[in-house]
């Protein structure tokens, strides 16, 4: 029986949430159907796209929020 795949299973693939037997039948059905094959190599060039537009906030960003919560904590503690 084929088992069909969602645009849903290939992200899941894409992000490997998806162990055991499910992931040997969707690898699969990648290499075998075209039109998963070209959704898979899209999903893959957008996860790295989203992957190197990560920023990390400044020093000074993290030492304000830092500060901040610090200064909420000594108002909790009285």
């Known amino acids: ?30 290499i075998c159907d075209s039109e998963l094959q070209d959704l898979y190599k899209e999903l893959v060039a957008i996860k790295r796209q989203l992957d190197q537009s990560m920023k990390s906030p400044s020093d000074k960003v993290t030492e304000s929020i830092l500060n901040y919560s610090k200064s909420l904590n000594l108002l909790s503690n009285k």
């Open 1 to 30: 029986m084929t088992k069909t795949f969602t645009q849903d299973d290939v992200i899941r693939y894409v992000y490997d949430e998806i162990s055991g037997e499910d992931r040997e039948e969707i690898k699969q059905a990648i």
